[in-house]
């Protein structure tokens, strides 16, 4: 370590790279403050740690090769997760009330998906996977049932891959906007989903290696539940059982959040709920928090796919 970075000469050229030494001119004052922040630590961290020219080039390649995968370095860093950590923590410092849990959103969900009638079928039949019911309610911190809200779901197939991703599916496999009901019930039919990992020999894959660490997720479901006056809320269930529950390189994993699966298998159920083979049956209510302001109803700018 020079502290080289603690210097006036550094302290003056760190203000000129981020356009603070000519406060007037066209841009961003916020995007200056950050910019400077940015690069000071970086070259602290060079400084830190006596990064070599050849090892800085090499991770500035690394991370422009890399660039295509950033949507999974965002979780596997941890960036996903502590932007959720932060938002409780601002909801609980304005007093806000929680409902379910956020968690992560991740970079596989695709808009659009057709909107139907509670009690659908979103697997397209491709897959003999064990067959799932999931059922459950829509309700406020009071416990109202919120009639008429859209859960939009979307999950992996038993390879741990997500249509639109994996073209060898059709389109939305896996992926329904359900309308609750008027007394805000909520079902769907489906297979019960494998654990994703991240593409093996990929720019993440390698970044993780590199620090000892896996890409592998626990199997899960995604949820956006919406309803007017209501927060948008983006979070999963764990398949509870998962060898990865409580080791995903995403860190989604929260606690109120790993429902109990039932396997069923006496035949009297299985005929009873509509199957011809043994099932798995999960109920999990959804609790929405009131929408503190218009916005609060609406999903994150995140760029999404959407399949023309
Ligand atoms: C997923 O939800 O499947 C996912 C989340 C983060 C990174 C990769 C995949
Ligand atoms: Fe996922």
Redesign the pocket.
Known sequence: MTDLTRSPEIDAFLDKVAGLDNPTSEGSPRVRAIVRKIVADLFDTIDQFDVSEDEFWHALNFLAAGAPEF??WA??LGF?HFLDVRQDAKDVAGGLAQGTPRT?E???YVGGAPLVESGARIDDGSDAGEPLVMHGHIRDLDGRPVAGAVVDVWH?NTKGN?SHFDPSQSDYNMRRRIKADANGRYEFRSILPFG?S?PPGGSTDRLLRAIGRHGN?PA?I?FFVSAPGHRHLTT?INIDGDPFLHDD??Y?TRDDLIPPVAHKTDPGDIHAAGFNAPYAEIAFDFVLAPAEQPQAERLSARPRMLVA
């Open positions: 949507g999974l979780p596997g996903e992560i991740g970079p596989l992996a997500y994703y991240v997720r899960h995604h999963q390189f995403a989604a």
